[in-house]
């Protein structure tokens, strides 16, 4: 019976021929990631798997992202606890603040972190953005990455997949977010749940990485194990670039057995919006109406990466946000951020009366950085529209692509770019 | 292993983001997080909750972030056993993974409602509301899954095994 990608990838690290949803795998990992809030709970787990010491110390990622730089004293304390378990076990790839660190899903693929085929969990929901270059990787608790790190091992319930074939090619000002949020529209947040999502088809070629990494990252707003890309010259082009180990390239075979399969056809597709208070709210921008908004949020580990810098700067360069508006623009990593120095974007945000951050997760889970006040509307490029999400209950998030992010802040309404 | 509480009765996609929202994340003191547990949508939760009472909710319940928190909240809060149409698929290895027995049973899930006294077997995954004499079955957990929930979770249960 022929194999999905994500099972052909499961099968190599279980040391199996062969593997068939909802068989349950032992499987061995290329990388383990954890955060500054999953993290320390890992830590205080770790002594129970009986090891002294991390199976490698080259395959484990500590990024202090979430409310790093530290919001508050009780944050501080939890980096700490990472940044000090990172110097006892001597992880490699611990990322300072400031010293080339960055939003976690952003900056492991731009440090060359994850290839293709890799094996990869991450204390992190949105870990399933790497299937963008090919790898399979799924977000779990501090628990399994306390097994993870240990034993370099976990289990696994191999998935059945849903078949995304996309056809056609974007419109001008549609992007990945736009795919990911119409396909969330469509399937609902539960629609792929337990299940990949293998993207395929002749629309896929027209994508770009960053595209790929967006749509890859919202798999999970779909319930999903994780979202998986076919590797292409775009995904080769993008590792060799970033140093990223030899790729070990997997493709679906031809008769391999999808739950179902979804067809999306990109000329089709319009700047589309989550509406409160879930992802699968989705209106395309002609349907909007008149929403009046308080504050914009252009960053995150799904839209915080140079090119949607620069889709927002190129909207809102010579323009003024709306005096009504707080624009924050959050490069997700330090490199994106001297990228945009030093082409100028950092400047046309400034000049625009944007406010531009430091990396961090902050506003996305409601942690600092622009938190939200009772009825304030929001629209963030970011990834979850729950309540409370950004800060009050009764406050409203719409989720949307980096340029309409940008219109709307120069209208201070949500409009289309 | 049996469970019997009173229900705390909630609907469909119940995040994470709602169990414990990530502004009190800046602590790993799970007894701690426990008095903000679904304070976002049930403000009265936290204080009225007792030990061993029984959380019911609708389809995917815990979806969203990954943060082990989650489940390990909704325990600390006493929490004897959350049954659900369907979890979502972190938190429901999350719940294993620290010992939150947790039960799949859509028919449940649609007729218990809040505030009945309900009681639960998980050696044959029997739940029967108390109030209308309904029992409803769950897939019961195998041995494995009942010693590692006994044992307060993966790490306590793997020690035990090393």
């Known amino acids: 019976m022929g194999m999905t990608m994500t099972q052909k990838i499961l099968a190599a690290h279980a040391g199996k021929d062969e593997v068939h949803a909802g068989e349950l795998v032992m499987a061995k990992l290329d990388l383990v990631l954890g955060n500054d809030i999953t993290t320390p709970v890992a830590i205080g ?34 980096c700490a606890t990472m940044r000090c378990f990172a110097k006892e076990q001597s992880i490699k790839n611990y990322f300072e603040v400031g010293h080339d660190c960055g939003v976690e899903h952003a900056l492991l693929p731009e440090k060359g972190l994850v290839t293709a085929g890799d094996c990869i969990i991450g204390a992190d929901s949105h870990t399933c953005t790497y299937g963008a270059v090919g790898a399979f990787s799924t977000g779990v608790g501090s628990t399994d990455m306390a097994c ?66 967006t749509i890859a990252n919202m798999a999970i707003e779909a ?42 056809d990109l000329d089709g597709l319009e700047p589309t919006v989550a509406f ?71 400047e046309i945000f400034a000049e625009a009366g944007c406010v531009v951050s430091t990396p961090t997760c902050g506003p996305c889970l409601g942690g600092y950085m622009g ?9 963030a490029t970011t990834n979850r529209n729950f309540v409370g999400r950004m800060g009050h209950v009764e406050s409203e998030i719409y989720l949307a692509s980096p340029a309409v992010a940008a219109a709307s802040a120069i209208a201070g309404r949500i409009t289309a770019p | 292993m049996k469970a019997s509480g009173k229900v705390f009765k909630y609907g469909d996609n119940v995040d994470t983001d709602v169990i414990i929202p990530a502004r009190y994340l800046n602590t790993p003191d799970m007894q701690e997080l426990a008095k903000h547990c679904m304070e976002d949508i049930d403000a009265s939760f936290a204080k ?13 319940f815990g979806c969203g972030s990954s943060r082990e928190h989650a489940p390990a909240s909704i325990k ?41 006294e309900v009681d639960v077997d998980f050696e044959t995954g029997a739940i029967t509301d108390r109030d209308t004499g309904k029992t409803f079955r769950a897939e019961p957990f195998p041995p494995f899954m009942q010693e590692l929930i006994a044992a307060g979770g993966l790490g306590a249960y793997m020690s035990k095994r090393v």
Not at chain 1, 57 to 78: G, S
Not at chain 1, 150 to 175: D, Y
Not at chain 1, 278 to 300: A, C, M
Not at chain 2, 48 to 60: P, Q, Y
């Open chain 1, 223 to 264: 319930g999903a194990k994780n979202g998986i890309f076919p590797v292409d010259e775009a995904t080769l082009e993008y590792l060799k670039a970033h140093g990223a180990k030899e790729p070990v390239v997997y493709a679906a075979d031809e008769d391999a057995v999808y739950e179902r399969t979804v067809e999306i």
């Open chain 2, 76 to 116: 600390a809060a006493g929490v004897a056993c959350v049954i659900a149409s369907t979890f979502a698929r972190i938190f429901y290895r999350n719940a294993l993974n620290i010992g939150l027995p947790i039960l799949e049973c859509p028919e449940a899930a649609e007729s218990i409602e809040a505030g009945h």
């Open chain 2, 48 to 60: 009225s909750v007792k030990a061993g009472d029984i959380m019911v909710a609708g389809k995917n």
């Open chain 1, 45 to 78: 787990e770790f002594p129970k798997f009986g090891r002294k010491t991390v199976f490698d110390r080259e395959k484990i990622a500590l990024v202090p992202d979430h409310f790093a730089p530290n919001k508050d004293i009780k944050a501080a304390t939890q």
């Open chain 1, 148 to 213: 993870g790190m240990a034993t370099g091992e976990t289990w696994f319930r191999v998935p059945g997949a849903i078949k995304v074939e996309v056809k056609g090619r974007f419109r001008p000002n549609v992007s990945g977010k736009d795919l990911i949020l119409h396909l969330i529209g469509m399937i609902g947040v539960d629609g792929a749940r337990y299940q990949s999502l293998e993207f395929a088809g002749e629309g896929i070629k027209s994508l770009t990485m960053d595209d790929r990494f």
């Open chain 1, 371 to 379: 938190i939200l006040a009772k009825g304030e509307k929001c629209v």
């Open chain 1, 276 to 346: 409160p208070h879930l992802p699968e709210n989705t209106r395309k921008i002609g349907d909007v109406g008149d929403i009046k908004i308080d504050q914009v949020v252009i960053g995150s580990c799904t839209n915080g990466r140079i090119g949607d810098m620069r889709i927002a700067a190129g909207i809102i360069k010579g323009k003024k946000v709306h005096p009504d508006v707080r624009c924050i623009v959050i490069p997700a990593t330090q490199r994106v951020w001297l990228e945009a120095m030093k082409e100028g974007l950092l």
